[in-house]
């Protein structure tokens, strides 16, 4: 539908418009290939508050890993309700209940990487195969990785990656948050600032980064949702050959 060179030039002119402006665009062109993944923590209500104004029936996917705080369930239950949004929720591959279940509460101390890869990584890579557009709520001032991201970027199977919020900062979401009255996460006062997983969480003190409490002294920053990772897909591949891969490093 966009040619690379022409994903390029838009993102470079969305660099000064703002998150509104940019959903509305990919709503406008995508519609209805296009869905949204949101982790239902504080800083997600902006990216969802907007996007549900824009178009209310937008599809917001969030990752059931299994292991979310229940606070995190409960959340979402709310906000759902309150704010009437479409959430759908992605699982594991069942071929991978033996595996996991054997190892339930070893796997994100044991192997983070390979947690994450069958959590997240393959469930959104599955979900993505039935959109054109992904919105997602990354900004450049979270991490390394993400601050070298695009607004927009093609991957390499034709996805259009939107990120209508890169170039805020923590001052801008909690700005639009108290302008709009927004609810936090339950954690959100006990200091957990980013929330994931609760084997992968911890709660963080004022002056720490946002993200330090994630994966805490584990030398890993992010689940591979926003890395090169995700454009390698193994989401058919048997999960004995995911195994090899991930003994192999590649789930890094
Ligand atoms: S954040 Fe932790 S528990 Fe959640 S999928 Fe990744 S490794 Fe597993």
């Known amino acids: 539908m966009f040619s690379a060179r022409e994903i390029a030039d838009l993102s470079q002119e969305f660099e000064t418009r703002t998150p509104q402006e940019i959903i509305a665009w990919a ?80 796997l994100p101390m044991e192997d983070p990487n390979l947690c994450c890869f069958i959590h997240k990584v393959m469930p ?10 992904w919105i997602s709520g990354i900004r450049r001032d979270q991490t390394f990785e993400r601050a070298g991201a695009q607004i927009l970027e093609l991957q390499k199977d034709g996805l259009v990656k939107i990120n209508p919020l890169l170039n805020w900062s923590r001052q801008d979401v909690q700005t639009y948050m108290k302008e709009h009255d927004l609810p936090k996460h339950p954690l959100f006062e006990k200091g957990y600032r980013s929330v994931g997983c609760a084997p992968c969480t911890v709660a963080v003190g004022m002056d720490d980064d946002d993200r330090a409490g994630r994966w805490a002294g584990r030398g890993k920053t992010e689940c591979g949702l926003h890395t090169k990772l995700f454009e390698k897909n193994l989401t058919e591949a048997r999960p004995d050959f995911v195994l090899q891969s991930a003994l192999n490093g590649e789930t890094k």
Do not use: C
Not at 124 to 133: D, H, L, S, T, W
């Open 27 to 106: 709503v406008a062109s995508f519609w209805p290939d296009v869905a949204l993944s949101s982790s239902f923590q504080t800083q997600s209500l902006p990216l969802l508050h907007m996007a549900s104004r824009i178009r209310a029936d937008l599809p917001i996917l969030f990752l059931d890993t299994g292991y979310h705080f229940w606070e995190t369930l409960m959340f979402r239950e709310e906000l759902a309700q309150k704010w009437n949004l479409n959430v759908v929720d992605l699982y594991r591959d069942s071929r991978w209940d033996v595996f996991v279940r054997q190892r339930v509460r070893s």
């Open 124 to 133: 959104m890579q599955k979900a993505m195969q039935g959109v054109k557009a």
